[in-house]
C-alpha cells in the first residue's frame, strides 16, 4: 500500500524533479508534491513524496532523514493527516 512522506527543510530552490530523484533511490514513487504559496507562487519549504509501498517509505525515511540537499538537512517522515480547521472566521470576528 502507498505510504505519504513529509520532506520539510527544504531550501526554497528544490525542484520537484530534484525530490523524485533523491527518493526514486529508496524505491518506486508514485507522486510528489512541492507546497507553495499561492501568494508568492515560491516554495513553502516542504514537499510530500508518495512511495509505492511501505518498505521503499521506511527506507526513505531511514536513508534521507537528516540527509543534506542544497546545504540543508532534511527532514523526513511519515505524513500526518491534515487537521481541519474552522472556516467560520478564523479568528478575526472576535467579540471584545
Same mark, same amino acid.
Given at each position: @500500500? *502507498?505510504?505519504? /512522506?513529509?520532506?520539510?527543510? /527544504?531550501?526554497?530552490?528544490?525542484?520537484? *524533479?530534484? %525530490?523524485?530523484?533523491?527518493? &526514486?533511490? &529508496?524505491?518506486?514513487?508514485?507522486?510528489?508534491?512541492? %507546497? @507553495?504559496? #499561492?501568494?508568492? $507562487?515560491?516554495?513553502? $519549504?516542504? &514537499?510530500?513524496?508518495? @512511495?509505492?509501498?511501505?518498505?521503499?517509505?521506511?527506507?526513505? %525515511?531511514?536513508?534521507?532523514?537528516?540527509?543534506? /540537499?542544497?546545504?540543508?538537512? /532534511?527532514?523526513?517522515?511519515? *505524513?500526518?493527516? #491534515?487537521?481541519?480547521?474552522?472556516?467560520?472566521?478564523?479568528? #478575526?470576528?472576535?467579540?471584545?
Amino acid at each position: @500500500m *502507498a505510504k505519504k /512522506l513529509y520532506v520539510g527543510n /527544504l531550501s526554497y530552490n528544490v525542484t520537484e *524533479a530534484q %525530490i523524485r530523484e533523491l527518493f &526514486a533511490q &529508496a524505491g518506486e514513487i508514485t507522486e510528489v508534491s512541492v %507546497i @507553495m504559496d #499561492r501568494d508568492t $507562487g515560491r516554495s513553502k $519549504g516542504f &514537499a510530500f513524496v508518495q @512511495m509505492s509501498n511501505d518498505t521503499a517509505a521506511q527506507d526513505a %525515511i531511514r536513508r534521507f532523514n537528516g540527509h543534506s /540537499l542544497d546545504n540543508r538537512a /532534511l527532514t523526513v517522515n511519515e *505524513a500526518r493527516p #491534515r487537521e481541519e480547521r474552522s472556516n467560520s472566521d478564523f479568528g #478575526r470576528n472576535k467579540r471584545f
